[in-house]
Structures are given as C-alpha cells and as structure tokens.
C-alpha cells in the first residue's frame, strides 16, 4: 500500500463503519495503545473513515488574549468570542476519552480561561495541558495551580532584546515576561514539566535567531521551535521572509543558528522553507517524564510521519476547535478546512464525515488544498516528497 493511491475513493473503505475505541477499557495506557495502532492502520490502508481518534485537541473555551502581537490575527482586531459552558463540555466530552494532550486555546492566552474547569476536565479525563503561554500571566499562584496538570510548556520569545520584543508583542513587558520565565523553569524540572522555547521568525526579528539560541540557553532552556510565519494577519506579506530576506542571507543566519545550538547544548525544530527546514538535536534524550504515554506516542507519531511524509503529521492526530465549534485539522484554522461544529452535530460525525473523508483523500493522493500545499508544516520537513534530507 502507498502513501499515494491513484483514486482512494475506489477501494473499500475498511474502516467506514468502525467504531472508535471503547470508553470504558481498562485504562488510559491500554486505550491508548489501541488507538496509536487504529492509527498505524488508518493511514497504512487509506482508509477514509478513521476508526482512531485524535489526541491532541486544540479546544478554544474562548479567543481572549492580552496581548496584540503584530503577526496574530488578534491584531486585526478580531470579535471576542466564548463558547457556552455546556457546550464546551457536552464537546470536550466526547473527545478528550481519547486525548492526551489539551491546548486550551485559540489564538489566544490559555491563562485567559476558567482555570478551574480546564482542571477539572483533565484530571476526570487523565489529560495534560500543553500550553503555548505569552508567560505574561504566569504569576506563581497561576503556576502552582496549572503545575500538577501540565505535561509541557512553550514559551513564546521571539527575541533576545527588549525593544524587539516588546515592538512584536505588543502590550508585553520583557522584563516581567522574563522574571516569571525565571520563577516557572525551576519548579517546572521539579514537576517534570517540559518546557521548550517557540519563536515565530520573521523579518523584523530572523536575523537575531542565533542570539536567542544564547539567551535560552543562559536562561536554562534546552529545547526550542522556530518557526516561520504563517499567513494569519493583514500583516504577513509585510512580515513574512520569502520575498523580504534574501535565501543568502538566510542561510548564513539559520547555519549560525546550527552552531550555536550544538555548542550550547540546544535542540531545535526549524519549521522553515526548504533547504532551510529540519532537527537540530543537542541533548540526549530525557530519562524521565511527567507523562511517559505522551512521549511514547510521540515516538510513535515521528515514525508513522516518515512512513507517510506526503500526508500531514498534523493532520494525522490533531484536532482545533474554536469558540464558535467550528472544526479543524490543524491550527492554523483556515476557512476552507472547516470540517464541521460541534455545537450543530457530534464529533464522531464530524471526524468521519464527508468533509473529512474528502480532505483525507487529497492527502493521500497528494492533491493537496492551497493552503496545505503553500504549507511549511506539511512542506518544510526534510523528509517531505521532493525535499533534500540534510539531517
């Protein structure tokens, strides 16, 4: 079986009538195992209907943010919006039996919602957070109170200097921004709280990229995610670096970046455009985890990507839900990759509905939407059909 089937509506449909795993098995670890290797058969037979389900959910309770960052679509001036109670948990409900990881969030501050009914959520349905925070709120109190729940922890620092910074992130305060990172990085080893490092890379900030690789590390970090911008504002075209940085100067930029990981002792992601895009490994890997389950599938989800690098790692085992129950296979949320909403039919007839067995199709045949195809998640991985691998 490919990755690429000519036609994946001719063949039989063996997981149509599927069900999903059952609620009640024995326990997170069994059901869990279950659904990695519905997974694995998902995609190894181009099934349309999946009988697996996602365990990473990006779910919006609301898009409330403090911040106005330059790159978000939040600068836009976007209308505030906040999903009923009931309905957050009628949803949630449905999918977090599955799920191991909850990303209370939409384009938005996670630390903006009700913190008491995201506890009590995880810990009924034995979910972690895995939460991109502007560290702006993380106050100690808020911190002790999320800690017990949290698997990782991205900080969002798309510069070492605070002129830069606080120009990108509009409405933040780097010095306070820094002393609550300070406060979390310790108590988080002692929680066995991962944490990592994301900055979006951009024109105003792309050539500093190897300085922050410095101040991550002087800060204690030994992870961190770069990646480039994507088209969610009216800013992008004059953000965005295809077009703005020379591939030159780049290149000089992001090898530096490689230098200065590998002598600091910094593992990277490089979400960047081609041949810029790959790994860049520094540390061994870790011997103990908060959550040891999350970590396996995250073993596993690697592996099914490079068995199946034309079809969208995101995609294979992420849902985002927005305030208004609107569905997506990534985060990115884009309009013509609604799927359906919750708030007007269930998930499992969502999940496997027609919207999603036609976006299934195209990944498999490689007839990717636009907005996928022009995609450097799906397209940036150096194992992606076509690319050059170089790590």
């Known amino acids: 079986m490919t990755d690429s089937p000519a036609d994946p509506m001719q063949r039989p449909d063996a997981g149509a009538d599927a069900a999903p795993p059952p609620a009640s098995a024995a326990g997170k670890v069994p059901r869990e195992s279950e659904n990695i290797m519905l997974l694995a058969q998902d995609l190894a037979t181009s099934r349309l209907s999946w009988s697996s389900r996602p365990t990473e959910v990006e779910f919006g309770f609301n898009n409330q943010c403090n911040l106005r960052c330059i790159m978000c679509h939040q600068a836009d001036g976007i209308p505030l919006e906040t999903m009923p109670l009931q309905d957050s948990r009628d949803s949630l409900e449905q999918i977090l039996p599955w799920a191991l990881h909850l990303t209370p969030s939409d384009a938005s501050e996670p630390l903006m919602n009700d913190l008491d009914e995201v506890e009590r959520l995880c810990r009924k349905h034995d979910v ?151 790994e860049i490994i520094a540390t061994p890997p870790k011997q103990s985890s908060k959550d040891p389950i999350a970590d396996i599938r995250d073993m596993h989800m690697d592996s099914l990507h490079r068995m199946h690098p034309a079809f969208c790692p995101m995609a294979m085992n992420y849902v985002k839900i927005t305030p208004s129950g609107k569905v997506y296979p990534c985060c990115r949320g884009p309009e013509e990759l609604e799927m359906g909403n919750v708030r007007e039919e269930s998930f499992d007839a969502i999940w496997n509905g027609e919207r999603y067995r036609n976006f299934r199709k195209a990944m498999f045949s490689g007839k990717y939407p636009k907005v996928c195809a022009d995609c450097v998640v799906m397209t940036g991985p150096a194992h992606f059909p076509g690319n050059k691998t170089s790590d």
Not at 155 to 160: E, L, N, R, Y
Not at 238 to 258: C, P, Q, W
């Open 128 to 278: 972690q957070l895995l939460m991109f925070c502007n560290a702006t709120l993380l106050d100690p109190k808020t911190f002790e109170k999320i800690a017990p729940i949290t698997h990782k922890i991205w900080f969002s620092i798309d510069s070492p200097e605070k002129e830069t910074f606080e120009q990108l992130r509009a409405g933040s305060n780097f010095e306070e921004v820094i002393a609550n990172i300070e406060y979390a990085l310790p108590r988080c080893k002692e929680a066995l709280i991962d944490v990592g490092f994301n900055a979006v890379v951009m024109e105003p900030n792309w050539h500093q990229m190897p300085e922050l690789v410095d101040f991550v590390a002087d800060l204690g970090g030994d992870q961190m995610a770069l990646q480039e911008l994507l088209p969610n504002s009216t800013g992008y075209d004059e953000l965005k670096i295809e077009g703005n940085v020379s591939d030159e100067a780049y290149g000089v930029v992001v090898d530096a970046v490689r230098e200065r990981a590998q002598a600091r002792g910094v593992s990277i992601q490089l979400n960047l455009h081609q041949p810029f895009g790959g």
